[in-house]
């Protein structure tokens, strides 16, 4: 649906009421914002992010907190390749380079790395890495209207 359905509200981060929202207001608090600090308070901002089911207790995500943010991530990729001399590296032409202080030929597919060193790779340095994939998400407890 393009609107909330009626007895709902966006999760857009909109500063809301606390008076006229009371009953919400009692259950979720400031967790996703204080508002003004005295009469108001701020909903979920859902926009454009991931849900997450809440781990509460499995194990696959834990010490999570409800409600609670995590940037995105890979698993890390790391490598190491010793004397790899003549090692061809089709696919990867541009990722290896030679920065002129070795007597090297230059990568390229059909000629290879014609110098022994050492070539490492860590993911690490260039994304943020984790012990799982994921995208950007709020962790939140599933519920369901009965």
């Known amino acids: 649906m393009d609107a909330a359905p009626v007895g709902w509200l966006k999760a857009n981060g909109a500063v809301i009421s606390r008076t006229l929202y009371a009953n919400l207001f009692t259950a979720i608090g400031t ?8 009469t108001t308070f701020n909903l979920p901002d859902l926009r454009g ?6 781990d509460d207790g499995r194990g ?16 890390n ?4 390749c010793s004397g790899a001399r003549g090692v061809v590296l089709d696919g990867f032409f541009g ?10 030929v230059a ?12 070539f490492c790779f860590d993911a690490s340095r260039v994304v943020p890495t984790a012990n799982e994939n994921r995208p ?9 209207k009965i």
């Open 60 to 75: 696959v995500d834990s010490g999570r907190q409800n409600g609670s943010r995590q940037g995105d991530a890979i698993r």
């Open 31 to 38: 967790a996703f914002g204080a508002g003004d600090g005295k």
């Open 136 to 144: 950007r998400n709020i962790a939140l407890l599933a519920c369901i």
């Open 107 to 118: 990568a390229t597919s059909v000629e290879g790395v014609f110098y022994n060193d050492d």
């Open 95 to 104: 990722a290896f380079f030679d920065n002129g202080s070795r007597d090297a």
């Open 49 to 54: 992010e991931f849900l997450r089911g809440w």
């Open 77 to 80: 990729i790391t490598g190491a």
